[in-house]
């Protein structure tokens, strides 16, 4: 059997992991998975191993063609193929049709829900804000109550003040 | 101050006690960032890693949490000293591999160690003793909340922190903890658990070892999945299923003491026959026996030995830290020699496991802590 990442020596390290109903196999010899820190202590997920070698096949179909390039940084659809690894963070812009299926078969969800820099919270709950204001008004206006509407009015354009005021 | 001087001697690294820590060795909690506009280190050219490293050390040394910390670029520390690191579980193999243009700040009590321009950006870390994963994470978060004032990181709200490889993208979080699990390997029961914990998106890791049979029963348990899930869940998840582990291996070393105990005995008198008497010894062999020896501190076997010296030497009985010792540089062979005099040296006051009377093992219930 020939080691799928020199695709030259024969494999000699079988690696087999099971994620829900799916398997996935690796086969390597001894010099790769070396490389590859099947040995390392610290870190060797057969996850991010996959990336390099299933994945970006993956992409590749999804994003239709293979000489996709990154503007901002001249990665290309070839050296994620090697790497296993993106070139910069606009290369989720570039690459990102073809990430979506990946993200979609190696996360929980494709939208995050973690924590985010203060500053970009702040303006994510005031916007929040300004859509279910706006919504508040479109309902004032329909019930004809044109007081309550006038005060929503007023708090939408404090709220909007305070989002430029953030992204300025 | 060199790095030597810096890290706490191993006697005393090994003394740090932690909730749990019969069974879970450390926790750990890592942040993946990045960033924005810049290469990632993997892509960046030499001046841009170096151009990162010099915008992010000075933001990172700048930090309260960070008094007193060490600092060094990568390209200043030897290959032992690297090493060295990695075998204190401080930095990864991959970082240990790099040179200029990297970096690596560590506090003073080697609780939060930020890797520069590894994998991401920043590989920021929490380490705590024992089972500790929700401490870890407040101190990592708090840590990243003030370098995101400082740092501009690349940050999109449908995606989250945006990493090099996409396996660690949207939290950039990996929650970890370092089991000691020889009940469950002896009882045969650790592929299943295993495979039931991959089973739930969790990945886990032989912590010296290729496939699953890690070195010294030693197995390190993460989440896998970063994206789609909030922190404080994944450390919520992380703790259910540690506390489910931690209750298996409880019960398999008491059925084994019950239904097994001449084996139990077998294995525990062997490892210290071995250890007591061994004048060549493998690093690996030496892990495995100590393991044993471990699991006889828990079970009572032993009248005056502590746990902290079985751990002590779990540390400096590794290649690098044997190395330090002496100042010539030695084979394999010779490494392996100076290994089994000095295991000798420091057991040698250590009497032969006991074997309890009622040859059903120990009545002590499991120490709480």
Redesign the interface.
């Known amino acids: 059997m020939q080691c799928c990442v020199c695709k030259d020596r024969e494999a000699k390290?079988h690696?087999t992991?099971?994620?829900?109903d799916k398997m996935q196999k690796v086969d390597l010899c001894e010099e790769c998975?070396k490389a590859k820190?099947?040995?390392?202590?610290?870190?060797?997920?057969?996850?991010?191993l996959l990336?390099g070698l299933g994945?970006s096949q993956e992409m590749e179909q999804a994003a239709g063609s293979s000489d996709l390039k990154c503007p901002?940084?001249g990665?290309t659809q070839a050296?994620f193929k090697k790497?296993?690894?993106?070139?910069?963070?606009?290369c989720?812009v570039t690459f990102a049709d073809g990430?979506e299926s990946?993200?979609k078969s190696?996360?929980?969800?494709?939208?995050?829900?973690?924590?985010?820099?203060?500053?970009?919270q702040q303006s994510?709950d005031l916007s929040d804000k300004l859509k279910s204001l706006q919504k508040k008004l479109d309902k004032a206006v329909e019930d004809e109550n044109f007081e309550q509407a006038a005060q929503i009015r007023d708090e939408i354009k404090n709220t909007r003040e305070k989002l430029t005021e953030l992204t300025a | 101050m060199n790095v030597h001087e810096f890290l706490a001697s191993p006697a005393d690294a090994s003394r740090r006690e932690g909730p749990h820590n019969r069974i879970v060795l450390s926790s750990r909690v890592r942040l993946a960032r990045?960033l924005?506009?810049?290469?990632?280190p993997?892509?960046a050219k030499k001046a841009e890693r170096v151009k990162a490293l010099e915008a992010i050390r000075p933001a990172v040394e700048s930090l309260s949490q960070m008094a007193n910390a060490f600092s060094e670029s990568m390209d200043n520390l030897t290959v032992l000293d690297k090493n060295i690191l990695?075998e204190r579980?401080l930095?990864?193999?991959?970082h240990a591999a790099k040179s200029a243009g990297s970096g690596l700040v560590l506090n003073r009590d080697e609780s939060l160690c930020v890797m520069i321009n590894e994998?991401d950006h920043l590989r920021m870390q929490a380490l705590r003793p024992g089972l500790q994963l929700k401490q870890a994470w407040n101190a990592i978060?708090q840590i990243?909340?003030k370098l995101?004032?400082k740092l501009p990181?690349?940050?999109?709200?449908?995606?989250?922190?945006?990493t090099?490889?996409?396996?660690n993208?949207?939290?950039g979080?990996r929650v970890s903890a370092m089991l000691h699990l020889p009940g469950l390997v002896l009882a045969e029961q650790i592929n299943q658990i295993i495979?039931a914990v991959?089973?739930l998106?969790l990945?886990v890791?032989?912590?010296?070892?290729?496939?699953t049979e890690a070195l010294g029963n030693v197995f390190?348990v993460s989440n896998?999945?970063?994206?789609?899930?909030?922190?404080a869940d994944i450390v919520e998840r992380l703790n259910k299923v540690l506390a489910q582990i931690i209750e298996h291996e409880e019960n398999a070393r008491q059925v084994l003491l019950e239904k097994k105990p001449k084996a139990v005995y077998n294995h525990i008198g062997r490892a210290y026959g071995t250890l007591c008497n061994a004048h060549i010894i493998s690093s690996k062999e030496t892990m495995n026996q100590l393991s044993l020896m471990r699991m006889g501190v828990d079970l009572n076997l032993f009248e005056n030995l502590e746990r902290w010296l079985v751990d002590e030497l779990f540390i400096i009985t590794q290649p690098a830290h044997l190395q330090k010792r002496f100042s010539e540089k030695l084979s394999a062979e010779e490494r392996d020699l100076l290994r089994a005099d000095m295991l000798r040296d420091r057991l040698r006051n250590v009497s032969r496991p006991r074997v309890h009377s009622n040859g059903s093992g120990s009545q002590q219930p499991p120490e709480k802590s």
């Open positions: 390290v690696l992991q099971i994620v829900g998975a820190g099947v040995n390392d202590p610290a870190g060797f997920s057969l996850a991010d990336l994945a901002h940084c990665f050296d790497a296993g690894r993106l070139g910069c963070s606009e989720y990430l990946l993200l190696m996360h929980k969800g494709t939208k995050h829900l973690g924590k985010a820099p203060q500053s970009l994510r | 990045n924005k506009g810049m290469p990632f993997g892509w990695v579980h930095i990864s193999r991959e994998e978060d990243d909340s995101e004032k990181y690349a940050f999109t709200s449908d995606l989250g922190y945006l090099a490889c996409p396996t993208l949207g939290t979080i495979q991959n089973k998106g990945a890791r032989g912590l010296y070892g290729e496939g390190q896998q999945m970063t994206l789609g899930e909030t922190e």
